[in-house]
C-alpha cells in the first residue's frame, strides 16, 4: 500500500509519495486518454443518463450506478422517461455492445476509475436551500469503496463552498485518504438543455473546479475528451457560484422582462418591441417575459445562491417572487377580461395550451402551468382543461391531447408554453367570442383581426 495515502508522513516521505502519487496520476491521466478507464455515473436521471451516454459515444466503458431498481430495469430493457431523441436506440445499442453496464448496486464503484456524481439535489422541504441526502449517501458509497486512485466529479448542482466544507473533508474523513494524492476530485456543473442534451455537453464550454493540480490535469483529461467547447480552470468554490449564478442571471433577467411587461401594459406600449428596441443597444441583452419560469433548474437554483446569506435586500429573492407571481398575473389579466365581458366565469371552459415548462419538451416539472390552475381554481373557475402534445400531466384537471375538439369548446383559452403546434393557430379554430390570453407571445393580434375572439398579449393593453 502506498504510503501518500495516508495522511501523516515526514519531509523525505512526503518527497518519495507526492512522485508516487504522479505516477498513480498519470496513469489514470494515460487510461482517460486512451479510453481504457471505466466510468461508473451514479445517478441516471436528466443529467446522469445523458452523461453516460455521452462517455458511450467516445468509447469509453460505462457503469450506471442508480439506487432506483424500476429505473436500472427499465434501461435494461432500453426504456427511459427522459424526453431526449433516440435515447432508448442509443442505450439498446450501448446495451447491446456491452459497453454499458448497469447496476442498483454501489458494489460496482471498486471498479470504476472515474466516478461521476450526478444525482438530485432539490429544494428542501422549506425551501430554503438544497436537499443533500441524495448527495451525502452517494458521498458515502463512493468513500467506502475507494479501494485505488480514481477521480470523482461532482456533477449534481451544489450550494456555494459544499466541496470544501463538507464533500472534500467528508470524502477524506470516511475513506482516511487525501484528496489531491489518495483521490482526485473536481466540481464540473453541466450546462445542458433539457431536450438538447448529447449536443450540448459537445457544444457547450465546461468548467473544471479544483483545488490541486493532479485533480484539475485528470479531469481536464476526460472533458477535453467530451467537449469541442473551451475548458475554464476555477478553483471548486468559483465554480460552484459560477454554476448557480449562470441559472441566478436568466432568472433574474426573465424577472426584468416580466416587470417590463407590466409596465408597457400599464402604458399601453408592447413590450415586445420595447424589448427589440433596448436589445439594439450593444451591450443589452433583455430576455422574454411570460407566465413564470419553470423546469428543474431556474426556481430552484437562485435560492442555492444565497442559501446561508441573510440578506435585507437580494434581487435574486425578488426575482423569484415576480417570475412566481406571473401565473396569477396571467390569470388577473383573464380576470379582467372576463368581467370587463360580463360573463359568468364559474360557467366558463378554460382552456390551457401547454403543460410543459417550455417549448417543445415534455418535461412539466415545475411548470408555470401548475400555479395558473390554481390560480383559476382559486378565481371559482371550475371547468379547466390542459393540452399538451407531448406531456399528459393534468395538475388534478381534465387533460386532453385533441387541439381542435378541445379549443372548438374553450370559452378562454390561456396559451402557456410556446409549444411550435400552437404557432399555426388561426382564429376559425377558436370558439367564436373566445377569450385568448397569449402569456407567450406565440400569435399576433392580425390573426384575429375579422374575428369574434377577444386576443389580448401579455405586455401589451
Ligand atoms: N423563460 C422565459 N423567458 C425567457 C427564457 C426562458 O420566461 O426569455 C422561461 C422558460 O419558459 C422556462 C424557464 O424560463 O419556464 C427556464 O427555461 P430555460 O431555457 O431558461 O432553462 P432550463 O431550465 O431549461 O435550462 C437552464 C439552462 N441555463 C441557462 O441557460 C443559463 C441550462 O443551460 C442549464 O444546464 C440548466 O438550466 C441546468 O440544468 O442548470
Redesign the pocket.
Known amino acids: 500500500m502506498l504510503k501518500g495515502l495516508l495522511f501523516e508522513f515526514n519531509n523525505e516521505e512526503l518527497i518519495q509519495c507526492v512522485s508516487q502519487m504522479k505516477d498513480i496520476s498519470s496513469d489514470l491521466v494515460k487510461k482517460i486518454e486512451e479510453k481504457k478507464a471505466v466510468i461508473c455515473i451514479i445517478g441516471l436521471g ?2 446522469g443518463l445523458p452523461t453516460a451516454l455521452s462517455f458511450l459515444r467516445l468509447g469509453y466503458r460505462v457503469i450506471g450506478y442508480d439506487i432506483d431498481k424500476k429505473l436500472i430495469s427499465n434501461l435494461r430493457h432500453g426504456i427511459t422517461s427522459i424526453p431526449e431523441k433516440d435515447f432508448s436506440d442509443i442505450i439498446t445499442r450501448f446495451l447491446q455492445n456491452k459497453s454499458f453496464g448497469l447496476s442498483a448496486s454501489a458494489d460496482v464503484l471498486p471498479s470504476a476509475d472515474v466516478i461521476i456524481i450526478c444525482v438530485a439535489t432539490p429544494l428542501n422541504k422549506s425551501g430554503s436551500g438544497a436537499d443533500m441526502k441524495f448527495l451525502k449517501s452517494a458521498i458515502e458509497e463512493v468513500a467506502k469503496h475507494l479501494t485505488a486512485i480514481k477521480l470523482i466529479v461532482i456533477e449534481s ?1 451544489i450550494p456555494p463552498k459544499t466541496m470544501k466544507d463538507f464533500i472534500i473533508p467528508e470524502m477524506e474523513r470516511r475513506s482516511k485518504l487525501k484528496a489531491g494524492s489518495g483521490f482526485l476530485i473536481s466540481f464540473c ?7 438538447n442534451a448529447l449536443q ?1 455537453f459537445i457544444d ?1 464550454d465546461r468548467l473544471i473546479g479544483a483545488n490541486d493540480e493532479l485533480s484539475y490535469r485528470t479531469s481536464l483529461s476526460l472533458f477535453k475528451n467530451l467537449t469541442n467547447g473551451n475548458i475554464h480552470r476555477a478553483d471548486t468554490t468559483a465554480a460552484e457560484i459560477a ?1 448557480l449564478a ?2 441566478s ?3 433574474i ?2 424577472a426584468f ?2 416587470e417590463l411587461a407590466i409596465i408597457c401594459e400599464q402604458a399601453n406600449t408592447d413590450v415586445q418591441d420595447v424589448i427589440r428596441l433596448a436589445n439594439s443597444h450593444p451591450r443589452v441583452n433583455i ?13 430552484k ?1 437562485p435560492y442555492l445562491l444565497i442559501m446561508g446569506n441573510n440578506f435585507d435586500r437580494s434581487i435574486v429573492k425578488i426575482a423569484r417572487s415576480i ?1 412566481d407571481s ?1 401565473p396569477f398575473y396571467v390569470v388577473d389579466i383573464l380576470m379582467r377580461t372576463v368581467r370587463s365581458q360580463k360573463k359568468g366565469k364559474e360557467k366558463l371552459n378554460v382552456v390551457i395550451l401547454g403543460v410543459s ?3 417543445d ?1 415534455n ?1 412539466a416539472r ?3 402551468t401548475r400555479s395558473i390552475v390554481l390560480a383559476l381554481k382559486k378565481e371559482g373557475f371550475e371547468d379547466i382543461t390542459l393540452h399538451d402534445p407531448y406531456s399528459d400531466e393534468s395538475f388534478g384537471v381534465k387533460f386532453s391531447f385533441d387541439l381542435n375538439s378541445t379549443l372548438r369548446n374553450a370559452d378562454c383559452v390561456i396559451i402557456a ?2 409549444h411550435s403546434i400552437y404557432s399555426s393557430l388561426k382564429s376559425n379554430d377558436f370558439k367564436k367570442g373566445c377569450i385568448i390570453i397569449d402569456a ?1 407571445r406565440l400569435l399576433s393580434k392580425e390573426v384575429f383581426l375579422n374575428s369574434s375572439s377577444i386576443y389580448i398579449a401579455l405586455g401589451t393593453s
Not at 456543473?189 to 431536450?195: F, T
Not at 411570460?290 to 431556474?298: D, E, F, I, K, S
Open positions: 436528466q443529467v448542482t456543473p453541466e450546462r445542458i438543455s433539457p431536450g450540448e457547450n454554476k449562470e441559472n442571471y436568466r432568472d433577467n426573465i422582462a416580466n430576455h422574454n417575459p411570460g407566465p413564470g419560469v419553470g423546469g428543474p433548474c431556474l426556481p437554483d417570475n406571473m415548462y417550455k417549448s419538451v418535461d415545475f411548470s408555470p408554453t410556446a407567450v
